[in-house]
């Protein structure tokens, strides 16, 4: 028998297998999962757009921000041809919460695991989505993101499986704040000497909406500037229906706020935190940090004579920002009618103990726990602070504040590139016994670099990330921690300086909540363990814009050797040009 022959037969053989599975399954009622390919092809330019009233040039995805919803069911396939036509400016896309297994290069972080996008270019995003739950898409370039580039990615179970919970209706609604000024107007800012702060945000939107005052501004602003007639800003109204259960998935891409978000006169159960279900609790205020997703179940129950206020405020910073606000419309009220009612007030900006217990309150749901290993292979402590270096304000971990280099670190490694970054190894902790975390300290010792931390495949990390005190005076900031390409167990949450040998004795085994993104509170610590079985290069950075901007970030490396090979279009900037076949 030839070569083809035998090939030939070997298909036919497979095809009646398959044939023979469909037909057992139909008679035993077994549902068959089809995984499908999802394709999008978007277009990334600059256009005029008033989403709080105020006209400034915002970044469009096919014309739109936020940009469209990708739906798909678990273990889909995702394509996103992305073109940039922003003419003056490079891009990159990251799939936030989507671990990327098998394909580290379309984690979309430009000089960690692909150049960026050049004007007029068109990059092909491939990837499965093989969990489901509530994730997100933004820029990860500069400070893109806060620009426009930002949108839901909303993943269901297969046909015939079922959530741990009922509902209706299913609806995302995306959170952030809006700044007036462009994003190189504050990345000039805060790479000048002297420090330009981006001050706070001057409107928050509820799925693209707000509404600045303009009669308020000062200097006064024309018309043809900022217009509360005009209808693009209107306010976010959804509709629904009473009697029923709506399944919310609230999500912040905020720039810089921590974020409150209410219903008025109604409550929310928490069942899900970035894509894990979480054992339900009901909350008022649901706090949600930057690059937090949640899915909270509500109910209609309320008068349906009447709609009702959403409304979003700013915790963890004396902001001047106003409330965000939207319409939870009962059908029939016309969408756009205002609720009899004053809007609710949001909770004290500076009271940290509802948001501290809310998060201790996050646990894995029964039935659906994914238990930690018993222990860990390696401990990295990472101290938060801020520093300055040669005259510049940033923000360190370790007093090493993070730079990203020109020839992304997924090519050099995989390439021998190494002469490319930084070879010495950052710090895995800091000066425990001497410093005081509630002193605004000198931190002289600050310096720049990109090295990364090497961690062996398959190892079992715990990551301390330990707060401090800024370079002001009884001031210590939320930060938001997102890790690329993994989820970890929350293991525990705690105040003040942590403690290595009696804090773990209490860590959280029984039933941590597994997630992306997570806060370290002011002057406290969070503990995390993750299990570095993902081969490629993940970024962990702060997920406020500007911060991750001055620096603070880590970036881990695993199992390089197990990664495929690299596509020629993640290439071309750097040493990677010369990599690039004519």
């Not at 093989?130 to 997100?136: A, H, I, K, S, V």
């Not at 997924?410 to 005081?436: C, M, R, V, W």
């Not at 002193?439 to 010792?445: D, F, G, V």
Request: charged content about 20%.
């Amino acid at each position: 028998m030839s070569g083809y022959q035998l090939l030939e037969s070997k298909s036919i053989a497979m095809m009646k297998f398959l044939a023979l599975c469909f037909f057992v399954a139909s008679l035993i009622n077994i549902p068959i999962a089809e995984a499908r390919i999802r394709h999008y092809k978007w277009e990334l330019k600059y256009e005029y757009k008033s989403p709080d009233c105020y006209k400034k040039l915002v970044i469009t995805i096919n014309g739109r921000t936020p940009g469209p919803t990708i739906l798909a069911k678990q273990n889909d396939t995702v394509i996103v041809e992305v073109k940039n036509s922003l003419l003056t400016e490079n891009t990159a896309i990251h799939w936030h919460g989507i671990r990327q297994i098998g394909t580290p290069w379309f984690d979309g972080t430009e000089g960690v695991t692909q150049c960026p996008i050049l004007p007029g270019d068109t990059f092909v995003y491939k990837f499965v989505v093989d969990r489901p739950g509530t994730y997100l898409y933004h820029a990860h370039y500069g400070m893109q993101r806060e620009a426009g580039i930002y949108g839901s990615i909303r993943v269901a179970l297969p046909d015939g499986e079922s959530e741990p919970f009922a509902y209706d209706y299913d609806r995302s609604i995306i959170l952030t704040d809006w700044y007036h000024k462009s994003t190189y107007e504050h990345a000039a800012g805060l790479s000048s000497i002297p420090f330009q702060w981006v001050g706070e945000p001057q409107s928050l939107l509820i799925q693209g909406k707000g509404r600045f005052d303009c009669a308020a501004a000062n200097p006064p602003l024309k018309a043809d500037v900022c217009n509360n007639t005009n209808p693009e800003c209107s306010l976010y109204s959804t509709t629904v229906v009473p009697g029923k259960t709506y399944r919310l998935r609230i999500s912040s891409l905020s720039a810089l706020s921590a974020l409150s978000f209410q219903i008025e006169g109604h409550s929310m159960t928490v069942v899900e935190a970035d894509g894990h279900y979480v054992e339900p609790f009901v909350v008022k205020n649901l706090f949600i940090y930057s690059g937090e997703t949640y899915s909270v179940l509500v109910k209609t129950d309320q008068d349906p004579s009447r709609n009702y206020w959403a409304a979003t405020n700013v915790v963890s910073r004396n902001a001047t920002t106003p409330p965000g606000l939207a319409i939870f419309n009962y059908y029939p009220n016309h969408p756009r009618r205002s609720p009899p009612t004053i809007p609710p007030s949001g909770p004290m900006w500076n009271d940290i103990e509802p948001r501290f217990n809310q998060s201790v309150a996050i646990k894995a749901r029964k039935g659906h726990i994914y238990y930690p290993p018993a222990t860990s292979d390696r401990v990295i402590v990472l101290l938060n602070t801020q520093n300055r270096v040669n005259g510049n304000v940033r923000w360190s971990v370790n007093n090493v504040s993070f730079n990203i280099p020109h020839t992304p670190y997924l090519i050099a490694l995989k390439e021998n590139l190494l002469h490319t970054f930084s070879q010495t190894p950052p710090p895995e902790g800091y000066d425990f016994k001497n410093y005081d975390v509630f002193a605004r300290q000198n931190n002289t010792n600050a310096t720049t670099s990109d090295a990364i931390y090497r961690l062996q495949l398959n190892s079992t990390v715990d990551i301390i990330l330990q707060n401090a005190n800024t370079m002001n005076p009884n001031n210590s900031e939320t930060h938001p921690w997102h890790l690329h390409g993994h989820d970890f167990w929350v293991l525990g949450y705690g105040k003040g300086k942590f403690d290595p040998i009696n804090d773990p004795k209490n860590y959280n085994l029984v039933d941590p909540i597994m997630k992306n993104t997570v806060p370290v509170h002011p002057f406290g610590w969070t503990a995390l363990r993750f299990k570095a079985d993902n081969p490629g290069v993940w970024a962990f950075h702060c997920h406020i814009e500007s911060h991750f901007f001055m620096g603070m970030g880590v970036v881990f490396e695993e199992g390089i050797e197990r990664v495929g090979k690299l596509p020629s279009s993640i290439m071309g900037c750097g040493e990677t040009k010369h990599l690039l076949k004519p």
